[in-house]
């Protein structure tokens, strides 16, 4: 897959683990995230960075990101 674009309001943690194998083929991830809990529950930018460290940053819209699948 080249390109997941993930507006789930909140949602990113149950996103990612359940798409930990797809992600892993992945080459670009593009996702909201806030350090201010917006949303019960809702994970910051630095927690969705621990939860898929084969990612590094493209670009930081501030509460969007492009992330880079770097293992691929």
Request: net charge negative; aromatic share 12%; charged share 25%.
């Amino acid at each position: 897959m080249d390109f997941i674009w993930a507006d789930v309001q909140g949602a990113e943690e149950n996103l990612i683990n359940g798409a930990k194998d797809t992600l892993k083929n992945t080459r670009y991830f593009y996702t909201e995230y806030s350090d201010e809990e917006l949303y019960r529950g809702q994970i910051n930018k630095s927690r969705i960075l621990r939860m898929i460290p084969g990612f590094s940053i493209v670009k930081d819209y501030g509460n969007n990101i492009l992330l880079k699948n770097t293992s691929i």
